[in-house]
């Protein structure tokens, strides 16, 4: 039996969260067409007869000095640290190959076994695949492109056999049945924050968290009641809509998925709070679980 965790490192919106998805054959991450859309890590697990593979999906790998984005770039480093495989994940879209070429070279400094994974492959004519073959070739590593989005079935066949040659020989590190070290809370929350992002996504870029208040079962309904925090005034209105008509749109989808999620019917009630500036504000954020490690 073989078992580890495998950290997926790469630049952000590189497609690292719709790839753990695809691998794993379950929604654990929450995926937008934005950058930064991953904070926190995220496990998502693989099992099969002979392995197990605790994907590990980390922020997209940036440089900050104060912030959420300074835990960001904590966060993707922790990860990296924390995998006993690693997987840079180039996308062919990046605007720049030196930057895909960084990523190759912050993974390989690690001195762990890694792979490189070329993906968004749907969208390129085989030039940029081609050329980063040709860069991560001198490094020796395995390397295989997928589009995750195209095939998902065909991404995993094609890449699963490359992680169960490098995987450790262990016994699995969890039960079974886990896909996720995720709890219901927190996804449930990831969920109604993909939903501000892909409903308010160019108003609110980044200031915008979610947070659960209440988490009642009681059966047949759960209720669930959620806090939108904004970091600016201005960001009020826009997450409200006109008579509230957006955050209603944002509850009936949260609350389509939620119900998918957790097999039951779900009364959910969320509000929207400013917190100014609750990026720079070092107790909101290690409320929020943004703590970056001294
Ligand atoms: N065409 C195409 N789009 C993809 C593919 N994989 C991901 N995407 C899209 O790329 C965007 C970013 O995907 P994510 O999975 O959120 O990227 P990420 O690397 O997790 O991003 P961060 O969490 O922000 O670092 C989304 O719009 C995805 O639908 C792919 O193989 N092909
Ligand atoms: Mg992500």
């Known amino acids: 039996?073989?078992?580890?965790?495998?950290?997926?490192?790469?630049?952000?919106?590189?497609?690292?969260?719709?790839?753990?998805?695809?691998?794993?054959g379950e929604k654990v991450g929450i995926v937008s067409a934005k950058p930064q859309t991953t904070r926190r890590r995220v496990v998502g697990i693989y099992n099969d007869?002979?392995?197990?593979v605790c994907f590990i999906d980390a922020p997209g790998m940036i440089r900050s000095v104060n912030g959420l984005n300074r835990f960001l770039e904590c966060e993707c480093e922790a990860v990296m640290k924390d995998g006993d495989?690693?997987?840079?994940?180039?996308?062919?879209d990046a605007p720049r190959l030196e930057d895909l070429l960084q990523i190759v070279?912050?993974?390989?400094?690690?001195?762990k076994p890694w792979?490189?994974?070329?993906?968004?492959?749907?969208?390129?004519?085989?030039?940029?695949?081609?050329?980063?073959?040709?860069?991560v070739v001198a490094f020796g590593a395995p390397t295989v492109a997928v589009s995750a989005t195209k095939n998902s079935t065909k991404a995993r066949e094609r890449l699963l056999p490359f992680i169960r040659e490098i995987l450790p020989v262990a016994p699995p590190l969890f039960e079974g049945d886990l896909y996720t070290t995720q709890s219901?809370?927190?996804m449930v929350a990831e969920i109604i924050r993909e939903k501000c992002f892909e409903s308010v996504h160019k108003e609110v870029p980044y200031g915008l968290a979610v947070r659960i208040l209440k988490f009642e079962e009681r059966t047949p309904i759960l209720k669930i009641e959620a806090e939108i925090i904004v970091s600016k005034d201005s960001f009020l209105p826009i997450v409200l809509g006109e008579g509230g008509r957006r955050i209603r749109h944002i509850g009936v989808e949260a609350r389509r998925d939620i119900e998918k999620l957790l097999?039951?019917?779900v009364f959910l009630q969320t509000h929207v709070k400013v917190k100014r500036d609750w990026q720079r504000n070092a107790?909101?954020?290690r409320e929020l679980g943004y703590v970056v490690p001294k």
């Open 115 to 135: 792979m490189a994974v070329i993906t968004k492959t749907d969208l390129d004519d085989g030039h940029r695949e081609g050329r980063l073959r040709e860069e």
């Open 283 to 285: 107790a909101i954020m």
């Open 49 to 52: 007869e002979s392995m197990q």
């Open 263 to 265: 097999g039951q019917q």
């Open 184 to 186: 219901e809370r927190e």
């Open 1 to 24: 039996m073989k078992s580890g965790f495998v950290s997926l490192i790469g630049l952000p919106n590189a497609g690292k969260s719709t790839l753990a998805n695809a691998l794993i």
């Open 85 to 92: 495989i690693l997987v840079a994940v180039l996308n062919v």
């Open 105 to 111: 070279r912050a993974v390989a400094k690690q001195k």
